[in-house]
């Protein structure tokens, strides 16, 4: 079955540390990529998307993932990450000439001092 | 520009009856979508709207699930006879036409069955 997994319940990081966020997929052709963040009290927003091309991909916020087509992942990273990026974030694929969003579970992100 | 506004923001209900949630999306997007969030779960797809059409029905979780969008804007998504498993966030997204577009959500509305 069609499956998007975020291994990572909940993640906790230093200010300043790295961050790297883990996304599985399962789909037997390259869907197309995102990654959002819900911040406490907002809406979803979109942080990077990857279709095609380069597989290092850059977002806002100073975030970046890589598609791995060998590991069906597309993992979200951050080299030092800010207390202000204390939020939950998801990975979704949508395969190719569908609409049908696939969401995985979320990682919620906690950022100490 | 506004975005994509839900209400209403929170609501709560009795089991048994039914409800209706309201999405306006970002004016000029003609691509509608719901999802539902369940505490501690992804966003479950419900439905999505192209225009008026919905191409898509295949995440609603029962009959007793429906939505309707009018005009090409303004949408409504209706749970007839609530349960309680219905309780949960429930958040409308809008986006330009094409795959792969940038959805941008509304805030959700929370809706509690007793």
């Known amino acids: 079955a069609q499956s998007v997994t975020q291994p990572d319940i909940h993640i906790t990081v230093s200010e300043g540390a790295s961050l790297e966020l883990r996304c599985n997929y399962s789909y037997g052709a390259t869907p197309y990529l995102f990654w959002y963040v819900q911040s406490p009290g907002q809406g979803l927003q979109l942080l990077l998307k990857y279709f095609s091309g380069d597989t290092l991909v850059q977002g806002i916020k100073g975030f970046e993932a890589e598609f791995k087509r060998s590991q069906s992942s597309f993992n979200l990273r951050k080299p030092s990450v800010h207390w202000s990026d204390a939020a939950e974030y998801f990975c979704?694929?949508?395969?190719?000439?569908?609409?049908?969003?696939?969401f995985g579970t979320g990682t919620r992100l906690k950022v100490l001092a | 520009g506004a975005g994509v506004s839900q209400s209403p923001s929170n609501k709560v209900t009795e089991k048994g009856k039914d409800v209706e949630l309201r999405c306006d999306p970002i004016?000029?997007?003609?691509?509608l979508y719901w999802y539902r969030q369940s505490l501690g779960q992804g966003l479950e797809f419900l439905i999505y709207?192209?225009?008026?059409?919905?191409?898509?029905k295949s995440g609603l979780p029962s009959d007793r699930f429906s939505a309707e969008r009018t005009g090409g804007s303004v949408s409504t998504l209706t749970i007839q006879r609530t349960q309680q498993e219905d309780s949960a966030v429930y958040l409308c997204?809008?986006?330009?036409?094409?795959?792969?577009?940038?959805?941008?959500f509304g805030p959700g509305t929370r809706l509690l069955v007793l």
């Open positions: 997204a809008s986006s330009l036409a094409g795959q792969g577009e940038t959805q941008y």
């Open positions: 979704a694929v949508v395969l190719s000439g569908t609409y049908k969003y696939i």
């Open positions: 709207f192209q225009g008026n059409s919905a191409p898509d």
């Open positions: 004016s000029g997007h003609t691509a």
